[in-house]
């Protein structure tokens, strides 16, 4: 079997809705990125993805996404420009022998993350897509089998601004049976502790974690984990900056609340050292960001540590949810999945058979590969769109 043709497919959806809700950085962009002043990013008004289908010379075909929040069309350009050359011809079932051929190639110029392993990220998922196919597998059977059938569930986010309008959203959650909820703050130590303190108070059977988005000094960061431990605090994710192991050697090592690491790595390299220097008590790897093949690789050298894996996920659409689900399934030190009530509707509307999360858990798609059916049509109607603008 061989790869005969592939495309690509950066999409900016426009449904209205503002992920994380609504920004003073929105107030002042006219344009479709925006800085988030909270959170020193650039983010999008729109949700935006890039997805890309491979087709054999037996006719299957496999789909795949990177998480591409802002500018999709920089890692599609990287596959039809560079990596398409080489992978038309390729068995696509050599899906080890391609990732580390492609990671391989621009070694000596210096890129070993960021919007190049994205596009070898989408194009990993299409090529277990396509295994899964020939082989008539889910693909977490050719992972080594599902450890489970059901993956726990995190709601990721009370994306309102008022602790009255939380505490609603809150209780619409709890009447759903989703028991866990994950704060995005990151204002200040007064304003996070005063946040989670309110939601707790009404709240004392919800588990809440807490996300800083990397805005906090080390001795910031272990000053709040120690308000937040009254509170039962599951996890604080991103408190430092990535870049300074040292300081999350520092938080790790003092505070009592566990501290969530990574989603902003995107190859085992990267979570090496973060491992060996316990500068994590659970990590947090995009799969639409490290792909399939790398992902397990992670997961397997982090059980080593005794480290859980709770993935990332959080604009990523329908192929980048089914392959994450697939790679929970499969990894032993699974801990829980992240879900994004916002971006969910969206993900079902580009596929035929929905993904299904209800009662605090996702339910695995059945059926060969992914599992899922990409609504083709939709998919190449919005890819119009973009390519209109």
């Known amino acids: 079997m061989e790869i005969t043709n592939i495309e690509v497919f950066p999409l900016k959806i426009d449904k209205g809705v503002i992920y994380l809700g609504e920004s003073s950085g929105l107030q002042t962009s006219e344009a479709d990125y925006y800085l988030r002043p909270e959170y020193r990013s ?16 037996q006719g299957i075909v496999g789909w795949g996404e990177c998480l591409s929040p802002v500018v999709p069309e920089v890692s599609a350009t990287i596959i039809e420009k560079l990596f398409a050359s080489y992978l038309l011809g390729e068995n696509p079932c050599k899906m080890d022998v391609i990732w580390n051929k492609l990671y391989n190639s621009m070694r000596e110029r210096g890129y070993f993350s960021g919007f190049m392993v994205d596009a070898i990220t989408a194009i990993d998922i299409a090529l277990w897509d396509i295994a899964g196919k020939k082989y008539n597998q889910p693909i977490y059977n050719l992972l080594g089998g599902n450890h489970r059938t059901k993956i726990q569930a995190y709601v990721s986010g009370l994306p309102k601004k008022a602790i009255d309008e939380k505490k609603l959203l809150a209780r619409e959650w709890q009447n759903k049976n989703f028991n866990y909820i994950k704060l995005h703050l990151g204002f200040s130590l007064e304003e996070d502790v005063h946040i989670i303190a309110e939601l707790k108070r009404e709240f004392p059977d919800l588990n809440f974690m807490v996300d800083c988005h990397w805005n906090y000094s080390p001795k910031e960061a272990l000053t709040l984990a120690k308000k937040l431990e009254a509170y039962e605090v599951q996890f604080i994710e ?21 501290i969530a690491i990574g989603e902003a790595k995107r190859t085992k390299y990267q979570f090496k050292e973060r491992l060996v220097r316990r500068a994590g008590d659970i990590l947090q790897p995009d799969i639409g960001r490290v792909g399939i093949t790398e992902a397990k690789k992670i997961a397997d050298m982090a059980e080593a540590f005794n480290i859980p894996i709770a993935p990332h996920l959080s604009v990523g659409l329908g192929v980048c949810i089914a392959a994450t689900l697939h790679v929970s399934a499969a990894i032993h030190n699974f801990y829980m999945l992240e879900y994004q009530p916002t971006v969910f509707p969206l993900a079902n509307e580009l596929v035929s058979n929905d993904l299904v999360c209800e009662s605090g858990f996702y339910e695995l798609p059945s059926g060969a590969g992914l599992g899922i059916t990409v609504d083709e049509e939709k998919v190449r109607y919005y890819s119009k769109i973009q390519e209109g603008n």
């Open 42 to 57: 650039f983010y999008s008004k729109k949700l935006e993805t890039l997805l890309v289908k491979i087709t054999t010379d």
């Open 238 to 258: 991103a408190p430092v900056l990535p870049e300074d192991i040292d300081g999350n050697c520092f938080v790790v090592s003092h505070s009592s609340i566990p």
